[in-house]
């Protein structure tokens, strides 16, 4: 395993929007000693300074997983990480952040039984990691809308991605040059697939 990288800066959305949410909320904890900028005025765009280390990613889903522990028991995850896949210059702490926020999502939002996949492929330059359900899915027309801070016009607690653990997700995966986007499973269920660089760009 390879050494921290140098540093590089990434926005990381950690503030909802002040009309909706008044007060402010904080960056993940050990990383308020890197903020570099704040941006204004509707929402903060909080820039860290992202301590890149090369790791394998299948390291940083089973550090998920095991955070997550007996959350999932009653929901089956399968990985299909293999190691062979090269490394991902990232900061393994958020990444793994973004593995146990989709998953947790699942065994909040699905019925007991459901079954999580997590995979990982070689897209070109970066990597494509997948975490799928085989639950109830998502409502149609409204796959962006889940990474919203909250939802509007429905209550928190029935909203599948409501609250600030998709958005943070997003804003996580952009921070490091990647994308997030979610979708509906033709056969049943969701699917999240974010992109991860394989060669960070500096400068």
Same mark, same amino acid.
């Given at each position: ?7 590089a ?8 929007d002040?009309a909706?949410?008044?007060g ?17 005025p509707?929402?903060?765009? =909080? ?6 280390e090369r790791?394998?990613l299948?390291d ?5 997983l095991r955070e ?8 089956p995850? =399968? ?20 593995? =146990?926020?989709l ?6 939002? =699905?019925p ?14 970066f990597l494509?990691?997948a975490?799928e ?6 409502p149609?027309g ?5 990474f919203?801070s ?12 409501a609250?600030?653990g998709l ?17 509906r ?13 394989l060669?960070?760009?500096h400068g």
């Amino acid at each position: 395993m390879t050494g921290p990288s140098p540093s590089a800066e990434g926005a990381f959305d950690i503030e909802e929007d002040e009309a909706r949410a008044p007060g402010r909320m904080r960056p993940p904890a050990g990383f308020a000693g890197r903020i570099v900028t704040v941006e204004r005025p509707a929402r903060r765009m =909080t820039r860290l300074r992202l301590e890149l280390e090369r790791r394998p990613l299948a390291d940083i889903v089973e550090a998920a997983l095991r955070e997550l522990g007996a959350l999932t028991a009653k929901h089956p995850v =399968t990985v299909d990480v293999p190691r062979e896949l090269p490394l991902v210059s990232v900061e393994p702490e958020l990444v793994q952040r973004v593995f =146990t926020s989709l998953v947790g999502n699942v065994v909040k939002h =699905t019925p007991a039984g459901t079954h999580v996949t997590i995979s990982a492929r070689v897209a070109g330059d970066f990597l494509e990691v997948a975490v799928e359900d085989d639950g109830p899915g998502l409502p149609e027309g409204r796959e962006e809308e889940v990474f919203e801070s909250f939802a509007r016009g429905e209550r928190q607690a029935t909203r599948r991605g409501a609250g600030l653990g998709l958005a943070i997700c997003r804003a996580i995966v952009e921070a490091h040059g990647g994308t997030i986007r979610s979708e509906r499973r033709a056969e049943k269920g969701a699917r999240f697939v974010f992109t991860l660089p394989l060669r960070r760009a500096h400068g």
